[in-house]
């Protein structure tokens, strides 16, 4: 009893509320036939042939994933949020904007953390291009030139805006679907970075450092769960080192 007393205000420390968590759909996972034997922990039945996940276990990963986030952010490390289903693009680049993470919410482009050496180079252009864009220096071509420079800006802003910020690897990446991003996982895991990843009743949960058994697919549950990522960073960043 006074084990779960102790988890139950730990949860409280958060705000996590089981309630809000069904009402925005965290809970309701994919048809049982999909399931991956290794989500079958946090699963906790079947309605309508849908797995239900277990929200108790769902509070206790989420704190897990939240006390980490914090440890990270109060020390001024880098967590670098990765959600690219058209349905959260926005969402997702809000977050981040909000509380100053780089971000990815296209696609993914292969090597951006094994091959981060490159990908800079590229960054670097963008940043370059868009300096100069807004100093007018573009003036000086002819108007067909013009054209063909704000297309190719328009393409890189779309590939670099959200990491443009990004000097060095993250610490730490934030996974909203592990399954449709499988590929940062894997550079994560091979470059030897934390990981933090929603994980639907698809997918094996042992791939990140710390799943957050949830629906990925619903807006609400994905917002859900970076709202309280978001109260946690902007507490976490009072507590950084001063420069």
Known sequence: MAEKQKKEKQIDKFNIDPEKMEKAGVHLGHRASRVHPKMKPYIEGVKNTIHIIDLEKTAEKLKDALK????????????????????????VKDTAQKCGLPYVNERWLGGTLTNLGTILKRV????????????????????????????EFQKLKTKFEGIKTLDRLPDAVFVLDIRKDKLVVKEARMKGIKSIGICDTNVDPTLVDYPIPANDDAISSVKYILEKAAEVIKKAKVKQPKN
């Open 68 to 91: 980490f986030i914090h440890t990270l952010v109060s020390e001024g490390k880098i967590i670098l949020l990765v959600g690219t289903k058209i349905q959260i693009k926005d969402l």
């Open 124 to 151: 670097d252009y963008f940043k370059n291009l868009e300096k100069e864009k807004a100093e007018g220096k573009l003036e000086k071509y002819t108007k067909k030139e013009r054209i063909k420079i704000e297309k």
